[in-house]
């Protein structure tokens, strides 16, 4: 009796089970590289394009942070879609070094992988990237999706993409656009097709950088390093001439224009043609990362003519994408982040009245080694170099050969950089091991310990991590990059997010997380995601 009794409750959690929701066909999600909320804030305004639309007719939450320390172009991709913070993907900074191998490596490096455009080549793929993303739980569980990645960069489209992609293609200068040997045993024809064109088009044409006659004029500025003078609001500029050689310098000056982004776009059309996506039977995933605005952020700053007018050409590259999503593909889902934010150039903000500041990493680590060798009597250095001294690591052969107590070199190189005017906090390992990196709170007010918890992995971050003042830059002279990005700060923390689909539009200001959009976007898929960090976020009624 009680079995019968049992049996029809059994039966009715299926019976009134809630239907799967409704997916749409495809859904673009797009990271624009170094597109910090301040970018949006400061710019948007002016903006009548895409950017406008996905602001205006999206979900916009305009307090969106990444709740980790090391804001830098591979972590912040391998946040995006996974849901996790870098200690759990394992995508610590772009380089790190390999204890094991002795010596550093990048976030992509792969030494099986070879290019596919040039089988001589070394190429790149998601070896080091621990975990599964948003595409890994998308094709296990709806049959028949699809999920595809394009960038300029190839640890933005490697790191969007997941574990198991159909398929990740990324710009490698003359050539076009590559993949490696993970990824496939050859080129696609509809890419093969468009690398020619696109060959063809860097010969002969020529290829001039001028301001969009929409576009205001920037600040201009100048700052001096040595001998050398480095100026910005300088447009036009010439990137390629017709008949010039088509050469390294080309690829350096293509990248840090707004050409980059029109033929990531073009490349992402390519792929929309030659692989139907959107006509399956399941939901196609598309990742697109524009990376030209991190190449001219660090070139010529943010507030100069070439951001300004960088901001209004993605804006129409994100227009025309719309438009063509608008015609073709009815119902698309899109998204929009980027992986980190970024400041102005350091020299050119201490001109307006700003205590800003370059740290030098050479004199840096110089008069840190100095220290540690007049402490402990040490004939050779006892930390690794570094040109980017955040992530420092003992020289284990040197501080066991000399017979040195590990903790007392960590003690006091803490001290010292404590010490240090530049220096906002510096923890060791074994403190950072000991921090919990779940989320608290609001992302607004992490403490920098928690931010550099979420940066750092046991086996593969620095025996010491270090955060560093507001308004303080770390790097190489500004005959390079002069601007930069990669700290704890909020301008570097600080990016859009925006969904756009079937949600009525609304302008949200609670603070969220980055770790946030995979998870939502499962939930609104209605998929069960892997372990995350983040949380599915409410998005409102749908229209």
């Not at 692989?275 to 697109?288: S, V, Y």
């Not at 605005?293 to 994408?321: A, F, N």
């Not at 992490?446 to 010491?464: E, K, T």
Request: hydrophobic share 40%.
């Amino acid at each position: 009796m009680r079995r019968a009794a049992l049996l029809p409750l059994l039966l009715v959690p299926a019976l009134v089970a809630a239907p799967p929701p409704h997916r749409p066909k495809l859904v673009v999600v797009i990271s624009v590289d170094q597109f910090s909320a301040a970018l949006m804030q400061t710019y948007g305004p002016e903006l009548h394009g895409g950017l406008a639309r996905l602001r205006k007719e999206g979900v916009f939450f305009s307090e969106a942070y990444h709740d980790h320390g090391f804001t830098e172009t591979g972590p912040g991709h391998s946040v995006l879609l996974s849901g996790r913070f870098p200690a759990h993907t394992g995508i610590v900074e772009n380089v790190w070094m390999d204890r094991a191998l002795g010596h550093r490596v990048y976030c992509v490096e792969d030494p099986a992988a070879k290019a596919l455009h040039a089988p001589e080549q070394a190429s790149a793929s998601n070896l080091r990237f621990l975990g599964d993303a948003l595409g890994d739980w998308l094709q296990a569980q709806v049959p028949g999706s699809r999920v595809f990645a394009v960038s300029g960069k190839d640890r933005a489209a490697i790191l969007m993409a997941g574990r198991k992609p159909t398929g990740a293609f990324w710009f490698t200068g003359s050539a076009g656009f590559t993949s490696s040997t993970v990824y496939g045993t050859r080129l696609p024809q509809w890419l093969v097709r468009y690398d020619q064109e696109l060959s063809d088009r860097i010969a002969t044409d020529n290829w001039l950088w001028s301001k969009d006659p929409a576009t205001p004029e920037g600040r201009k500025a100048e700052w001096t390093y040595g001998a050398q003078t480095m100026r910005n609001g300088a447009l036009p500029r010439l990137i390629q001439g017709a008949g010039m050689p088509v050469d390294k310098g080309f690829e350096v000056r293509f990248r840090k224009s707004p050409f980059l982004d029109a033929v990531t776009l073009e490349a992402a059309e390519a792929l929309l043609d030659g692989e139907k996506l959107g006509q399956g039977p399941g939901t196609d995933l598309l990742a697109l990362s524009f990376s030209a605005t991190d190449y001219i952020g660090h070139s010529y700053g943010s507030l100069g003519t070439e951001m300004r007018d960088q901001m209004h050409r993605l804006d129409q590259v994100l227009g025309r994408l719309l438009a063509r999503l608008d015609r073709e593909y009815p119902g698309a889902w899109v998204v929009l982040s980027a992986d980190h934010g970024g400041l102005d150039v350091p020299e050119a903000l201490a001109d307006q009245g700003f205590p800003a500041r370059r740290l030098l990493a050479e004199p840096f680590m110089g008069a840190l080694q100095a220290d540690l060798r007049a402490a402990f009597k040490a004939d050779h250095d006892l930390v690794l170099p570094s040109t980017e001294p955040n992530s420092l690591y003992l020289d284990e052969t040197v501080v066991k050969a000399m017979g040195l107590d590990r903790r007392a070199v960590l003690a006091h190189l803490q001290a010292w950089l404590r010490a240090r005017p530049e220096v906002a906090d510096a923890f060791t390992s074994e403190e950072l091991q000991a921090t919990d990196p779940t989320v608290q709170g609001s992302p607004r007010d992490s403490s920098l310990r928690a931010l550099l918890r979420r940066s750092f992995h046991p086996d593969r971050s620095g025996d010491i991590l270090i955060a560093v003042k507001p308004l303080v830059v770390i790097g190489t002279p500004p005959t390079d990059y002069p601007a930069n990005h990669g700290t704890p700060n909020g301008y570097d923390r600080r990016v859009p997010l925006i969904f756009w689909g079937p949600w009525k539009a609304a302008e949200r200001r609670e603070p969220v997380r980055t770790v946030d959009l995979a998870p939502t976007l499962a939930h609104e898929l209605g998929l069960r995601p892997g372990a995350v960090d983040g949380k599915a976020l409410d998005l409102g009624p749908r229209k």
